[in-house]
């Protein structure tokens, strides 16, 4: 049908060239119209199975829909296609961040900036990357005492990590809090990094609404903190808790610091 | 980079993402926003000229994901909104069917207000969206 439309746009004197196709396709893309625009990025490429701007499109397409598995296999076949195509090597890298596989995303971004040398997504990505990578200062680990941190009764969840995602205390602890850590150092850089970028300074800390939870977050450039309450939970009261609970976690991490 | 939604009567309130932008745009003390895809590409951006848009866009994408898988992997529920507030102002983004809206606010800006607004606009996109 979308076809029909860009046959008929044309005058219906000829069908669409694969170019027209997939210009027509970018177009819908870039006014949120995915769908519409798969549609037409998978008729241009059953015409031409070698294109790379139709298998470029068709990542970007499955990434905004949050179908990374296709996502991924889209932007591979245009990196057989061509192996420094930066814009491919960039949606691969972000796909690789999100399987916490850090050290591939960052292969990926250096070969972008390698042929691209002012690619600013893929610096901006690189430097919360690296960052992530660094490991957090020497300190030693004994077990920081839960007791000590006094979080209020209504909290179902603390975290307390370093900014390198070592994990120092957790409440509850299962089979997933590693990699619920790995995620909330993940987030407190991505989120550090978009306010510096806009200008606004360090991260002082930040409130994750989700359906049934509200998580709030604190940090410096040593350790992060996680508080996660209920979904009803008053943001004003829980920012008075998050900041009696970070104070306490100081005074124990100064208390376990080396004399 | 500054792109100015102009209104598109013909489409459903929601569709027209860069009008609603431009709207949350104009709330006080609001520098700006973008609406992002998931996988990185700006859909609109109102932002003052020399903004790092591309960077912001990146971030702001690659932010969104991991928030929302931070929800259903991990059983703590679909992400809706983050608030990330710095020491000259903060940022609020909000996850919608076609991606991310992103609001950059001032230190003085109400952002309990812009809070609210992003929310209703974030609603009023999805309900377009998933039709």
């Known amino acids: 049908m979308l076809l029909g439309g860009l046959f008929r746009a044309m005058g219906g004197r000829r069908a669409p060239t694969t170019v027209e196709i997939f210009r027509r396709a970018r177009r819908y893309r870039d006014e949120g119209r995915f769908e519409e625009a798969g549609e037409l990025v998978a008729r241009g490429l059953q015409l031409d199975p070698s294109s790379v701007v139709g298998h470029l499109l068709a990542g ?10 296709r996502a991924k296999a889209a932007f591979e076949r245009v990196l057989a296609l061509d192996a420094l195509h930066p814009r491919a090597l960039l949606g691969r890298a972000r796909i690789a961040l999100e399987e916490g596989d850090a050290a591939a ?7 972008a900036l390698e042929r691209y040398p002012d690619f600013p997504e893929a610096r901006a990505l690189l430097e919360v990357v690296s960052a992530g990578s660094r490991p957090g200062p020497p300190r030693p680990l004994a077990a ?11 909290t179902r969840e603390l975290l307390l990590l370093r900014t390198d995602a ?6 509850p602890r299962g089979a997933r809090t590693e990699e619920l850590a ?47 309450f209920g979904r009803d939970v008053d943001t004003a009261a829980g920012l008075a808790h998050l900041e009696r609970v970070w104070t306490h976690c100081r005074q124990e991490l100064a208390r376990e610091e080396p004399a | 980079m500054t792109v100015n939604g102009t209104a598109d009567p013909a489409r459903p309130r929601g569709r027209d993402v860069r009008s609603l932008l431009a709207e949350l745009a104009r709330l006080p003390g609001v520098r700006g926003g973008l609406v992002v895809a998931a996988d990185g590409l700006v859909i609109a951006a109102e932002l003052p000229a020399g903004s790092p848009v591309e960077a912001l866009s990146a971030l702001a994408a690659t932010l969104g994901r991991e928030l929302e898988l931070r929800g259903p992997r991990l059983r703590r529920g679909t992400f809706q909104m983050a608030q990330l507030t710095g020491t000259a102002g903060g940022i609020v983004l909000g996850s919608t069917p076609i991606g991310f809206v992103v609001l950059v606010a001032a230190a003085d800006a109400d952002h309990e207000a812009v809070r609210q607004a992003l929310g209703r606009a974030v609603e009023t996109v999805r309900q377009a969206w998933s039709r």
């Open chain 1, 60 to 69: 970007s397409l499955h990434a905004a829909l949050r179908e990374m598995d």
């Open chain 1, 105 to 111: 995303c960052t292969e990926l971004l250096r070969r």
């Open chain 1, 144 to 154: 920081v005492r839960m007791d000590r941190l006094r979080p209020p009764a209504d």
């Open chain 1, 166 to 171: 070592t994990l120092l205390v957790a409440q």
């Open chain 1, 182 to 228: 790995a995620r909330t150092a993940r987030v407190a850089r991505l989120a550090s990094a978009m306010l510096a970028r806009a200008g606004l300074g360090p991260l002082e800390h930040a409130a994750i609404e989700g359906a049934a939870e509200t998580t709030l977050l604190r940090g410096d450039e040593d350790v992060i903190l996680s508080l996660t």
